[in-house]
C-alpha cells in the first residue's frame, strides 16, 4: 500500500522546479518533517509555494466523473474505489492524500484532467513525481507499444 500525498504548485514554484523534481520534493519533506513548535513559519513557507485546493469544486467533479462506477463511494471528502485494486482519495484544503495498492490509481487521470501543477510525493518510499511528466510518460509507453 503507498500513500501520496499531492500538493498543487503555483506557476512561478512550477515553472522553477519542473527540471528538478528532487529539489522540489528536499522542500516538501522538510516541511513534512517539521516540529511542532515551528508549525507557524512551516505553514508561511508553505504558502509561497502551494495553491490550496477547492474542495467542494474538486469533489463534485470527481464525484460526477466516478458516480456510474458500481465500485465508487464517497463519504464528504472521501472518494473510494473498490475493485481489485484499493483506492482511497482524501481531499484537504493543503493537500490531497491518496492510498491505493495500484501502480496508476484512476483518481490521478482524474485530477489530472482538472488541475495543473500538480506535485505527488511518497515520504515513505522517498518517491516523488510531476504528474503530467508521468502521464507524458505512460502515453510515450504506449505509443512504443
Do not use: G
Not at 513534512?32 to 495553491?51: E, G, W
Not at 465500485?71 to 473498490?82: A, F, L, V
Amino acid at each position: 500500500m503507498r500513500t501520496y500525498y499531492i500538493f498543487r504548485i503555483n506557476k512561478y514554484f512550477a515553472y522553477i522546479y519542473k527540471r528538478w523534481p528532487y529539489k522540489m520534493y528536499k522542500i516538501i519533506e522538510e516541511l513534512y518533517y517539521t516540529k511542532d513548535y515551528d508549525m507557524l513559519s512551516s505553514y508561511k513557507y508553505y504558502q509561497r509555494f502551494a495553491i490550496p485546493f477547492n474542495k467542494i469544486s474538486l469533489n463534485e467533479y470527481i464525484y460526477n466523473l466516478n458516480k456510474k462506477n458500481i465500485n465508487y463511494s464517497r463519504d464528504n471528502n472521501i472518494h473510494t474505489i473498490y475493485n481489485d485494486k484499493y483506492n482511497k482519495l482524501l481531499i484537504n484544503n493543503s493537500c490531497m492524500i491518496l492510498k491505493t495498492n495500484d501502480i496508476y490509481s484512476i483518481f490521478l487521470n482524474d485530477i489530472n484532467l482538472h488541475l495543473d501543477n500538480l506535485f505527488i510525493c511518497d515520504f515513505k518510499n522517498k518517491d516523488y513525481f510531476w504528474l503530467d511528466s508521468l502521464n507524458k510518460d505512460r502515453q510515450n509507453n504506449l505509443s512504443l507499444v
